[in-house]
């Protein structure tokens, strides 16, 4: 494949204190790459560079659905390969039509792999001798060897050697005279279901023949995955591919899993990956879904003083159900604690109502909290997510939304990007931003109105504690100023929830927030901007 990079530099080189790359360049060759990136990092994978995927035991596979879960995490890989270790089926019989039926629904499910899959047996698939010749006449020989690009694989009948001597003496044999073969393979590697270093000799017929500085050996069975050098072998025993697994904590290795093997020059890099950890296109989908499920716009969070009824509106997005709970904490309200619980379909939408009356002058704001559980359909975990506490502002009219708006300058996307300022959205993607600080927003509310209260949200990052540095100004005829918040000083973080400022009731027609620093960068930021109307309490 032709690979065509363009790169924009100054004066048409690259500073990189190397040498001067010109704009444009294609390439056709990992070497030719290697030149362009000026050698940043090690140079890229070789020509026959490749991967392959190795994984263990499915034993218990028809009472479960680990199989489908597990080829369905391989592919997304893209390996060149797939090499199993045995324990494919269930086995323990002499039923021959039950065999046929275990290997016919289990070849079903590798036939949805997007990679060759080759066959290894183990105890459960070749248990007694009516077994093995079952396997031996679907599949050909349980013992076998191949090369890809320049590297030896050899795949071994280790049960089977356990248990007849003869079968043994003649396996071992035609090793030898396969190892030979391959003398000059650049890496060979072993693929069996028992880890022959426990069975002296069974190992000794390993180790006497193949080359210790070039071989690396990979075992299952035993569903626990360890590292070992025996006799300078490189061994990996894997831990479970589909069988049942108990280690959810990933400590003691018993886990669902397999290998992702990278093979270039030198010895080959083995990454142990998590079956339920591979994640694709659709969990990053989910978890849009997700975000998007449990989003509560703060423009929803509002009661009049006077009390009323809150409407908590929910969809879920996600394609499970999700149940929905929720609990009103309205301390000097009536009822003090109000608690529901729901379930949503996929794309269903559902509204609560929250009766609230005061039940004291000036009553402390409500908060709510909501709790969502779902189970995660890639990995069939169920999850619980809390949101963070929302306050029910006092809202009686936001005063702000779509009113003409001017600024000292914009930062980004274009000269109008201060109207995101007043657009009724309180998300961090949509701001208006300026830099260096200080810099100033103000905002005409086409007439004047009673104010005593004005609420400013800033881009909030949690991680970076970012906080900012401003006042707030009315005026009545935007000449005359006066400061009704001074958060000059402020060395708070930012949330979500922004910054709620109270005065006395004054009549003005123009707002002006003047920013003055950004703890993050010298940019300042106005996610929203809101005033209030002063109310009459009855």
Same mark, same amino acid.
């Given at each position: 494949?032709?690979?065509?990079?363009?790169?924009?530099?100054?004066?048409?080189?690259?500073?990189?204190?190397?040498?001067?790359?010109?704009?444009?360049?294609?390439?056709?060759?990992?070497?030719?790459?290697?030149?362009?990136?000026?050698?940043?990092?090690?140079?890229?994978?070789?020509?026959?560079?490749?991967?392959?995927?190795?994984?263990?035991?499915?034993?218990?596979?028809?009472?479960?659905?680990?199989?489908?879960?597990?080829?369905?995490?391989?592919?997304?890989?893209?390996?060149?390969?797939?090499?199993?270790?045995?324990?494919?089926?269930?086995?323990?019989?002499?039923?021959?039509?039950?065999?046929?039926?275990?290997?016919?629904?289990?070849?079903?499910?590798?036939?949805?792999?997007?990679?060759?899959?080759?066959?290894?047996?183990?105890?459960?698939?070749?248990?007694?001798?009516?077994?093995?010749?079952?396997?031996?006449?679907?599949?050909?020989?349980?013992?076998?060897?191949?090369?890809?690009?320049?590297?030896?694989?050899?795949?071994?009948?280790?049960?089977?050697?356990?248990?007849?001597?003869?079968?043994?003496?003649?396996?071992?044999?035609?090793?030898?005279?396969?190892?030979?073969?391959?003398?000059?393979?650049?890496?060979?590697?072993?693929?069996?279901?028992?880890?022959?270093?426990?069975?002296?000799?069974?190992?000794?017929?390993?180790?006497?023949?193949? +080359?210790?500085?070039?071989?690396?050996?990979?075992?299952?069975?035993?569903?626990?995955?360890?590292?070992?050098?025996?006799?300078?072998?490189?061994?990996?025993?894997?831990?479970?591919?589909?069988?049942?697994?108990?280690?959810?904590?990933?400590?003691?290795?018993?886990?669902?899993?397999?290998?992702?093997?990278?093979?270039?020059?030198?010895?080959?890099?083995?990454?142990?990956? +998590?079956?339920?950890?591979?994640?694709?296109?659709?969990?990053?989908?989910?978890?849009?879904?997700?975000?998007?499920?449990?989003?509560?716009?703060?423009?929803?969070?509002?009661?009049?003083?006077?009390?009323?009824?809150?409407?908590?509106?929910?969809?879920?997005?996600?394609?499970?159900?999700?149940?929905?709970?929720?609990?009103?904490?309205?301390?000097?309200?009536?009822?003090?604690?109000?608690?529901?619980?729901?379930?949503?379909?996929?794309?269903?939408?559902?509204?609560?109502?929250?009766?609230?009356?005061?039940?004291?002058?000036?009553?402390?704001?409500?908060?709510?909290?909501?709790?969502?559980?779902?189970?995660?359909?890639?990995?069939?975990?169920?999850?619980?997510?809390?949101?963070?506490?929302?306050?029910?502002?006092?809202?009686?009219?936001?005063?702000?939304?779509?009113?003409?708006?001017?600024?000292?300058?914009?930062?980004?996307?274009?000269?109008?990007?201060?109207?995101?300022?007043?657009?009724?959205?309180?998300?961090?993607?949509?701001?208006?931003?300026?830099? +260096?600080?200080?810099?100033?927003?103000?905002?005409?509310?086409?007439?004047?109105?009673?104010?005593?209260?004005?609420?400013?949200?800033?881009?909030?990052?949690?991680?970076?504690?970012?906080?900012?540095?401003?006042?707030?100004?009315?005026?009545?005829?935007?000449?005359?100023?006066?400061?009704?918040?001074?958060?000059?000083?402020?060395?708070?973080?930012?949330?979500?929830?922004?910054?709620?400022?109270?005065?006395? +009731?004054?009549?003005?027609?123009?707002?002006?927030?003047?920013?003055?620093?950004?703890?993050?960068?010298?940019?300042?930021?106005?996610?929203?901007?809101?005033?209030?109307?002063?109310?009459?309490?009855?």
């Amino acid at each position: 494949m032709r690979l065509t990079v363009c790169l924009f530099v100054l004066s048409g080189m690259l500073l990189s204190g190397v040498g001067c790359i010109p704009q444009h360049i294609s390439t056709e060759t990992p070497q030719e790459l290697s030149w362009m990136t000026a050698s940043r990092g090690r140079a890229p994978n070789s020509d026959d560079a490749f991967s392959f995927v190795v994984v263990g035991d499915g034993t218990g596979w028809q009472a479960s659905t680990d199989w489908p879960r597990t080829i369905e995490r391989i592919n997304l890989l893209k390996p060149d390969f797939v090499m199993s270790l045995g324990g494919l089926i269930e086995g323990e019989t002499e039923d021959l039509a039950e065999l046929a039926k275990q290997w016919d629904q289990f070849d079903a499910m590798i036939a949805k792999l997007d990679a060759p899959f080759f066959y290894c047996v183990g105890n459960h698939d070749v248990t007694n001798p009516v077994m093995r010749s079952a396997f031996v006449e679907r599949y050909g020989r349980s013992f076998y060897s191949f090369n890809y690009k320049g590297r030896h694989f050899i795949v071994l009948d280790s049960h089977t050697a356990m248990t007849d001597e003869a079968f043994a003496v003649k396996q071992y044999a035609w090793l030898k005279r396969d190892v030979a073969a391959a003398a000059g393979a650049k890496q060979i590697f072993v693929f069996c279901n028992m880890p022959l270093r426990r069975y002296t000799r069974h190992w000794r017929e390993l180790r006497d023949t193949l +080359p210790v500085e070039r071989t690396t050996i990979f075992n299952g069975q035993t569903h626990d995955l360890m590292y070992l050098e025996t006799d300078g072998f490189a061994t990996y025993n894997m831990g479970p591919g589909a069988a049942i697994a108990t280690d959810t904590a990933h400590t003691l290795g018993n886990f669902r899993m397999f290998a992702n093997v990278s093979v270039d020059e030198g010895q080959p890099t083995v990454a142990i990956l +998590p079956v339920d950890e591979v994640l694709g296109t659709n969990f990053a989908k989910l978890a849009a879904a997700a975000r998007k499920t449990i989003e509560v716009d703060a423009s929803d969070l509002g009661i009049s003083r006077a009390g009323g009824t809150y409407t908590l509106r929910r969809t879920n997005y996600l394609p499970v159900p999700v149940k929905i709970s929720a609990v009103m904490d309205a301390s000097g309200w009536a009822p003090k604690i109000a608690r529901t619980e729901f379930t949503l379909a996929p794309g269903e939408s559902a509204e609560m109502a929250f009766p609230l009356k005061p039940v004291i002058d000036d009553p402390p704001k409500a908060e709510l909290f909501l709790e969502y559980e779902f189970t995660v359909p890639q990995t069939q975990r169920k999850v619980t997510l809390k949101t963070e506490q929302w306050e029910l502002n006092y809202f009686e009219k936001n005063l702000t939304t779509f009113k003409p708006v001017t600024c000292s300058s914009s930062e980004l996307r274009s000269e109008k990007s201060m109207e995101y300022a007043v657009d009724g959205i309180v998300d961090n993607y949509s701001y208006w931003g300026a830099k +260096p600080y200080p810099q100033w927003l103000r905002v005409d509310l086409d007439k004047p109105h009673k104010l005593n209260t004005i609420q400013v949200f800033t881009v909030y990052q949690l991680a970076q504690k970012r906080y900012y540095q401003y006042t707030v100004e009315v005026s009545a005829d935007g000449e005359n100023w006066t400061q009704v918040a001074d958060m000059s000083t402020n060395t708070t973080p930012a949330t979500h929830k922004g910054d709620m400022h109270k005065f006395a +009731p004054r009549m003005a027609r123009y707002i002006k927030v003047n920013m003055l620093y950004n703890s993050a960068n010298p940019g300042v930021h106005i996610v929203e901007l809101r005033a209030f109307e002063a109310q009459t309490v009855k």
